[in-house]
């Protein structure tokens, strides 16, 4: 189920070349930024479920991570402070639809399926694929080996339909922690979630030093923010933001200063050929 380079490459060049076209077509004027600069606020939806992307800090009770990171940079461009709220994938969409937040930045990544639901800024910030960690004595070893076998994920999951198609028993909950608990009280044989939450839990070892992650990664795909449908002033107004973001090398600089391992290869793939295309 994993897409080769040649595909993910292939699935980068075409989001960004669908929604370059969409976008210089007839804009749908939209309110979102007027609304954003007469309240004096920007309101993003983040995941903080745990994980570098996006967390609360247990010493200062303020939300850290990746994610979080982004939003403040566009409240910084956009001269107004952030109001970060927290969502989950269970609700995520809803919020976003019914005005709750401006934009997500929610460990969403770009499905055809979610392109019909909402709209979203054309250039990706980032790339990420499915991990499925399980016990290290486990038999299982590829991903079509989970069919048939009840597997733990969270509700509105980017992995679900492929989980589907693969003939997995699926337990969605409501979070990755209620998920990832549920495989430790061996109520599943794995827990599928995005390989940058999977990655650093089994790197910290400790209380999973027992578990192992499945490779290569589930449906690698291109994260986005995410807007609500036809708001193409703002995706027009954000897009050259996060552009600069490759350009400059700031997102994989945040990537490191976050401690996220391994590092992507998409931000040097898109830093490398926004640099090619100049301003």
Not at 183 to 208: M, S
Not at 217 to 246: C, M, Y
């Amino acid at each position: 189920m994993s897409l080769s380079t040649v595909a993910r490459r292939g699935l980068f060049a075409t989001l960004l070349a669908s929604t370059t076209l969409a976008t210089s077509g007839l804009a749908l004027a939209d309110a979102t930024l007027d609304k954003v600069q007469q309240r004096h606020k920007l309101s993003v939806g983040v995941v903080l479920s745990g994980g570098p992307f996006g967390a609360i800090d247990p010493a200062t009770r303020e939300p850290v991570g990746f994610s979080v990171d982004l939003a403040r940079d566009l409240g910084r461009q956009l001269g107004v402070p952030v109001d970060l709220v927290a969502v989950q994938p269970a609700n995520r969409v809803q919020f976003l639809q019914q005005g709750k937040v401006d934009l997500l930045i929610a460990n969403m990544e770009w499905t055809p399926e979610r392109d019909k639901l909402l709209g979203h800024v054309p250039t990706p910030f980032y790339r990420v694929g499915g991990a499925a960690v399980l016990a290290k004595d486990s038999p299982l070893n590829t991903w079509a080996e989970l069919k048939g076998q009840p597997v733990c994920t969270s509700q509105g999951s980017s992995y679900t339909q492929a989980l589907v198609e693969l003939g997995a028993d699926l337990k969605a909950f409501k979070t990755s922690a209620e998920s990832l608990l549920a495989l430790r009280g061996n109520n599943c044989v794995a827990a599928v979630h995005d390989a940058t939450l999977i990655n650093p839990l089994l790197a910290k070892g400790g209380e999973w030093g027992g578990y192992r992650a499945l490779t290569p990664e589930l449906n690698p795909a291109p994260s986005v923010i995410w807007t609500r449908l036809g708001e193409t002033d703002t995706q027009q107004r954000l897009d050259p933001f996060v552009k600069q973001w490759h350009r400059s090398g700031w997102l994989i600089e945040r990537e490191q200063a976050n401690h996220i391992t391994p590092a992507s290869p998409a931000l040097v793939e898109l830093r490398a050929r926004l640099q090619g295309e100049g301003a």
